[in-house]
């Protein structure tokens, strides 16, 4: 029997939304080939990375268990509270998010994991700010010689091809299901280095929601809708992540 993957992620609730890392655990389950995928995460609404280091509860999470990959989130732009113009939040320069991710990933280097990043994705009312979102995590993945799960850009090349499927909720930035299950495919193809093509595209919901453990400053608890996209929704939509994945790796 092949070991289990064991992944941690830091984030908020465009993470713990439709629980994208369970949706992860079950996609890599229904792979013959893909070793299990352990996960947990340390998520707060709206929190930054730098609130999450001020709290405590992540690095604490980080040095007591063992992690293959450390997966960091941050607040969707990028730190410091935004200013809004017109109504939509400004992207802010990425200062703040670098510095808390440095610190992040010595602790995790500290523990023998890895640094992975998840790149979010822009507003729909401003999908102008992916340009900027892109910067700041793939410049500080370079630094630190981490990997990067292209999320925000698997979400921008599917508007592009199909914009009638619905990825964001009506609030125009938090994910639908849809959205959630292209996170996760990315997700996929990055810690297995292989194609997400061809797992389920229906998932049952889970009634449980996410433990009190790894919720902070939320009440009630966050259930996950089903997963129930059509078959060409979901090849399409895990070609689109395994092309994002491999046009990363590849410098496109």
Known sequence: MKPKLRALFIGNSYIYFNNV???????????????????KMIVGPGFTLERHWADGGALSAIERERWD?????????????????????????????H????????????????????????REDSPESQALLNEGYLQIAK?????????GIAWRDALKLNASLPLYQADHAHPAVAGSYLAACVLYSMLYDGSPEGLLSQIPADSVGIPDDCLIDHNPLISMAAV???????RFLQRIALHAVEDLASGN
């Open 21 to 39: 890392p369970h949706l992860l655990s079950v996609l890599a389950d229904s792979s013959f080939e893909a070793r299990h995928l352990e996960t």
């Open 99 to 122: 510095e808390y991710a440095r610190r992040f990933d010595g602790a995790i280097n500290k523990r023998g994991a890895r640094t992975a990043f998840f790149l979010t994705w822009a």
């Open 69 to 97: 990959y450390v997966i960091l989130q941050e607040q969707s732009t990028l730190g410091d509270p935004p200013e809004v113009i017109n109504g939509i939040p400004k992207i802010n320069a990425p200062t703040k998010f």
């Open 228 to 234: 129930d996209i059509s078959e060409t929704d979901a």
């Open 143 to 151: 630094e630190l010689r981490a990997l990067v799960a292209p999320v």
